[in-house]
């Protein structure tokens, strides 16, 4: 029998080693596609200026754009039989637009603006944030 190297810890002896996935690469090649395949898309932030407290519409609105890439997907069969999404809606994959969306912020994807249903980060580890996935309303 060989010798045992006293100087390597045995894996009995640490207990089992656990491994963090690094979602690096996989946040890296998401984003490649949906810019390679998708389009231009912009979460659409309005902000108003001046006007009543109590009547914000008579302000000046200002728009401001949060440039990302869209890729329009498929809605799955198990999204289509549950009721929820309608004619006309719409599902996108989205890069890190660069902040925390909200869900009041419409989303602007081929010259038109969609409501926003909901949108789920997809982060499989809770914090490498691989892309958006959104269920935009017309």
Same mark, same amino acid.
């Given at each position: 029998?060989?010798?045992?190297?006293q100087h390597q810890p045995s894996q009995l002896a640490d207990g089992p080693r656990l491994m963090v996935k690094d979602y690096a690469d996989t946040q890296a090649l998401a984003s490649r596609l949906?810019?390679?395949?998708?389009?231009?898309?912009?979460?659409?932030?309005?902000?108003?200026?001046?006007?009543?407290?109590?009547?914000? *519409?008579?302000?000046?609105?200002?728009?401001?754009?949060?440039?990302?890439?869209?890729?329009?997907?498929?809605?799955?069969?198990?999204?289509?039989?549950?009721? *929820?999404?309608?004619?006309?809606?719409?599902?996108?994959?989205?890069?890190?637009?660069?902040?925390?969306?909200?869900?009041?912020?419409?989303?602007?994807?081929?010259?038109?603006?969609?409501?926003?249903?909901?949108?789920?980060?997809?982060?499989?580890?809770?914090?490498?944030?691989?892309?958006?996935?959104?269920?935009?309303?017309?």
């Amino acid at each position: 029998a060989g010798a045992v190297d006293q100087h390597q810890p045995s894996q009995l002896a640490d207990g089992p080693r656990l491994m963090v996935k690094d979602y690096a690469d996989t946040q890296a090649l998401a984003s490649r596609l949906i810019t390679k395949f998708g389009g231009d898309a912009s979460l659409v932030e309005v902000t108003v200026a001046g006007g009543d407290v109590f009547d914000p *519409s008579s302000g000046t609105p200002t728009e401001t754009l949060h440039a990302m890439k869209a890729v329009e997907v498929e809605f799955s069969r198990q999204e289509l039989d549950g009721g *929820s999404v309608q004619t006309g809606d719409v599902k996108l994959m989205t890069t890190d637009p660069g902040f925390t969306p909200t869900t009041a912020m419409p989303v602007r994807w081929a010259s038109r603006d969609y409501q926003v249903v909901r949108f789920d980060r997809i982060a499989p580890n809770g914090s490498d944030l691989i892309a958006y996935e959104w269920h935009l309303r017309p």
